[in-house]
């Protein structure tokens, strides 16, 4: 059926409204599995004869749409190939039309084709670009730019490779000397156009382009067009740092405008050449440098000239790296003058900060915290003073400690009046005390050792702490300081601490408490050097009940879905204390279930925050983990309805969580079966749809090979084995989902009864052979490996060698043999995790006890190469993995909704051994050989003496005697 353009632009334009926005996308979702939408999505997006909100919504679509579906985990196209040409070919000349707005959008679409199939399937791509820039056309330009840089920004995290380099090569080629001219074409223009001013702005983007475009293409090696015209470079670079004109200043104090973006361009250019070029950049470095001191204290303290300020700092913190250069600072008046007239006016708080402070709390935080990317100015002063310390340590200590003394006196004198003083001065001590970067999981790991933090903490930092009436900032600022050296502090001076801390989760400011559960979260989360918590659990569980009642409350007290998960720190704390109390939740379990409960209810109509969402359910999970084993009816019963429902409903988001949850929820409950309402997931969890989704693959292959081993009498007997194998050959054909299809195969044949597998052994071992032969993997060979001695040992179950010998003599007469001695056998030594080598011992050993196979059919030099495997492996005999039960963390900066699946940490499968009654390995080797011995009327024995050479012989012997 052909789309329908007039009911595809209906359907984005309700997509808009939030009443209709889920029926909306629900039928575009229909609307997709027809061919052509993905082209009936860029006529809408081209077309003048839509609403602009329209075009918009439909190259939002156009880039999820593409997302999803350009290729599959193996890199193949899924659209049809007509329809992969035919967008390839009319994109670019679709963005160089459309508003910046929507350019943007189609510009992320590119980049995620380019991901796949640039440069090999597109390598017409850069001769397309070229052919458009024009002597002076900007909006064409500017379109043309936006779509190079969406593709070559691509580059820059990624590690060197012959690879990447071809194609880097292959664009340099092409593009670099057309994008020079283009450059001196534009800055003529600006020249030209000095008095018109709708000329000159639209120049002056293109200008910005330029400027990120230099950097995306010498982000690994500075490109010899570059090098060859470094001189016209450095000036283009240091006229556009100085430039100005009335009519590309902004009267608004807030947004960046023109001028601005292009000169923190600049400065970004400037910093990675110093970085990686300074040899050869280095004749053009003092007119910058100079430049730089100029505009730093010329620039006034708005908001709209931050990002120029924070750049121009982080390019002197750059060059201060140099020594060279550095020994221009290396100067008691000189430093001075830099603390003075730089790093404290870009410290000190202003105006902007604190109503930051007051009218958007959680953008204050995001920008505040240590770690964070925001370009702001404390930040960047913070990092050019650490740098100088780093050059100057015992003088830039004695110059700025004269500041931050004159600043406390200031404060002393009249505390009310004078507290942003403190301020300035407690930001000067931090910036000065610590060394190094601050990590995510300790903090500050050393400090200055010409100064005493804990000292300072004492007499200047904790009255904030204690004083009810201290400034609300200075509360946050002597928070902050706790969080960022939380590792110097002793576990003495942390039982002292905490309790402050905790106290101020009841402020009745937005920053103070989110900071307080941040500093909360991060020292609990805090171990000495043996990995013991620096915080005792037992001083935690007994405080637990009203910490997260606390919590709860301020997360939910505005109802709105946005405002539940507007603020991931206070779920951050919610989950830490969690996992730090473990069983000690069971006494408040009902408090803590209720809440999850209808958070997650809250959050499931419009989930908006991946951050908050990540820590809600893993906070879910730990509740699962460490209550599960004694109250898993009440966990069941509590969430099963709510996760249901997001099934039904379609919330995509949660689908990955709720599935590994149901799966948690299984593997915690002691009880060798499963409950109706669990059983009846099954077959939701087969729905084939399901599985197309990347996110879902995992979680669901959780589910499944938590509930089979409950559930596998029930699944056959409902005629879901097929359906699970049906999945197996979908997952195996995969290289990117082989694991999950070998994790599901072992566990269906670990649990199934034999009987119920009959009809199928011979496809499935078709399906992996096939594999092993045209796409082998090291990954599948070494899962292949481990399947095969898991069905060798499982002899008690009716398998074991013979059964598989005879089932590969199906799929191919005499297949097992170069099966066995060119993959099984050589590899086996590769496993590497010791419940595999576990199971490769018994396997083995298995076959050379009670294999018919192996004395009749192999009996030349079969039961010999079986035999030495055997004793390489007992060399180093697998011993049982120490239980490890710590929770890691994750950063989850990087999370996003869509395609991605975000494991759970809570819900980690841990190692499972296959052979518990097993214990110490060797010993079970001899008394199993023995037996054998023993049963075949000493058939081992007579083989020993045979097939075996001296010092084999004796091995074995050992062992057998042990």
Not at 587 to 597: A, D, R, Y
Request: charged residues 20%; proline residues 5%; contains cysteine.
């Amino acid at each position: 059926m052909a789309v329908d353009l007039q009911n595809v632009a209906g359907l984005l334009q309700a997509s808009l409204d939030p009443t209709q926005n889920r029926q909306a996308e629900q039928s575009l979702k229909q609307e997709e599995a027809k061919p052509g939408f993905s082209l009936a999505l860029l006529q809408i997006t081209a077309a003048d004869s839509f609403p602009l909100q329209t075009r918009l919504a439909s190259a939002l679509f156009f880039k999820n749409f593409i997302k999803r579906n350009w290729t599959d985990e193996d890199g193949n196209h899924k659209l049809p190939q007509d329809e992969v040409s035919t967008i390839k070919s009319e994109l670019i000349g679709l963005m160089v039309k459309v508003p910046p707005s929507i350019q943007a959008q189609l510009g992320d679409a590119i980049s995620v084709i380019a991901d796949s199939d640039f440069w090999q399937r597109w390598d017409t791509l850069v001769d397309d670009l070229v052919s458009r820039f024009t002597p002076d056309n900007a909006a064409v330009n500017n379109g043309v730019l936006q779509v190079a840089h969406s593709i070559f920004k691509r580059w820059e995290p990624l590690y060197r490779s012959d690879e990447l380099y071809t194609e880097i090569n292959h664009v340099l080629e092409k593009f670099a000397t057309p994008f020079l001219q283009l450059w001196q074409n534009t800055d003529q223009v600006i020249e030209q156009s000095q008095s018109n001013p709708e000329v000159l702005k639209a120049h002056y983007s293109t200008l910005d382009l330029i400027l990120r475009l230099m950097y995306d293409l010498s982000t690994h090696d500075m490109p010899p067009q570059f090098e060859e015209n470094l001189s016209a470079i450095a000036g283009l670079l240091h006229k556009y740092l100085t430039y100005d004109n009335a009519a590309l200043r902004t009267n608004d104090e807030d947004e960046a405008g023109p001028l601005e973006h292009v000169r923190a361009g600049v400065f970004r250019v400037l910093v990675l050449y110093t970085k990686k070029y300074e040899e050869e950049f280095r004749p053009h470095m003092e007119q910058f440098i100079g430049t730089s001191w100029t505009l730093l204290t010329g620039l006034g303290p708005e908001a709209k000239y931050d990002v120029v300020v924070s750049r121009a700092m982080e390019f002197l913190t750059t060059v201060v790296s140099i020594r060279q250069y550095a020994e221009q600072f290396n100067n008691a008046d000189v430093l001075g003058q830099v603390t003075e007239k730089v790093v404290i006016p870009n410290l000190s708080l202003r105006e902007s900060d604190i109503e930051t402070f007051e009218d958007e709390p959680i953008e204050f935080i995001r920008r505040d915290l240590e770690g964070s990317d925001e370009d702001t100015r404390r930040r960047a002063a913070t990092n050019f003073l650490r740098k100088l310390m780093e050059q100057f340590e015992k003088l830039v200590t004695d110059v700025v400690m004269r500041y931050i003394d004159h600043f406390l006196g200031e404060y002393a004198k009249d505390k009310k009046g004078n507290w942003k003083s403190k301020d300035t001065a407690v930001h000067l001590y931090t910036s000065i005390a610590a060394k190094g970067l601050a990590t995510q999981a300790k903090g500050v790991l050393s400090v200055n050792p010409n100064i005493d933090v804990i000292d300072f903490f004492t007499k200047h930092i904790a009255e904030d702490l204690t004083d009810a009436n201290a400034e609300s900032l200075l509360k946050v600022d002597a928070i902050k300081y706790l969080y960022l050296f939380r590792s110097i502090l002793n576990a003495q001076q942390w039982q002292a601490a905490f309790p402050l801390l905790v106290q101020h989760l009841n402020s009745s400011n937005y920053v103070v408490y989110t900071y307080a559960a941040i500093a909360v979260d991060r020292a609990l989360y805090l171990t000495d050097d043996q990995r013991q918590p620096v915080i005792p659990r037992d001083t935690i569980t007994p405080l637990s009940k009203d910490l997260l009642q606390h919590l709860f409350k301020l997360i939910t007290a505005d109802a709105k879905p946005e405002k539940v998960q507007e603020n991931e720190f206070l779920m951050k704390c919610v989950m830490r204390v969690l996992i730090v109390i473990r069983d000690g939740v069971l006494p408040i379990l009902q408090l803590v279930l209720t809440n999850l409960v209808n958070i997650t209810k809250v959050i499931r109509h419009n989930p908006s925050n991946p951050g908050f969402c990540y820590y809600h359910f893993e906070s879910v999970g730990a509740a699962i983990r460490f209550a599960g084993p004694t109250q898993a009816d009440a966990i069941e019963s509590s969430f099963f309805e709510v996760f249901v429902a997001i099934l039904q409903g379609d919330v995509d988001e949660f689908k990955p969580y709720v599935f590994q949850l149901f799966a948690a929820m299984v593997a915690s409950n002691p009880s060798p079966t499963v409950s109706t309402q669990m059983q009846q997931l099954v077959q939701p969890a087969l729905t084939p749809s399901y599985w197309d989704s990347k996110g879902n693959v995992p979680a669901l292959n959780r589910f499944l090979c938590a509930i089979i081993p409950k559930a596998a009498e029930q699944i056959a007997a409902a005629n879901q084995t097929e359906a699970i194998l049906v999945i197996f050959q979908k997952l195996v054909s995969s290289k990117a989902y082989e694991t999950y299809a070998m994790d599901l195969i072992e566990t269906v044949v670990h649990n199934f009864p034999v009987t119920a597998l009959e009809n199928y052994w011979t496809p499935m071992l078709q399906l992996m052979f096939t594999r092993l032969s045209n796409s082998k993997t090291e990954n599948f060979t070494l899962r292949f490996i481990r399947f095969y001695h898991l069905v060798s040992a499982l002899v008690n179950k009716g398998l074991g060698a013979d059964f598989f010998i005879a089932t590969a003599d199906r799929v191919q007469e005499n297949v097992f043999t170069p099966i066995y001695t060119q993959i099984i056998l050589p590899d086996t030594q590769k496993l590497s995790r010791p419940f595999d080598r576990k199971t490769a011992v018994i396997s083995l050993t298995r076959t050379l006890a009670d294999s018919q196979a192996f004395v009749d059919r192999y009996s030349k030099r079969g039961w010999t190469i079986t035999c030495q495997a055997l004793l390489q492996l007992l060399i180093n005999p697998p011993l049982p993995p120490a239980a490890d039960d710590t929770i890691e963390d994750r950063d989850v900066d990087e999370l996003g909704f869509g395609a991605a699946f975000t494991q759970l940490n809570t819900c980690k499968r841990p190692a499972q051994d296959p052979w518990p009654e097993v214990q110490d390995v060797k010993r079970w080797v001899g008394i199993t050989l023995n037996e054998a011995d023993a049963k075949h009327s000493g058939r081992i024995a007579r083989f020993v003496g045979e097939k075996l050479g001296e010092q084999e012989r004796a091995a074995l012997q050992a062992v057998m005697a042990g």
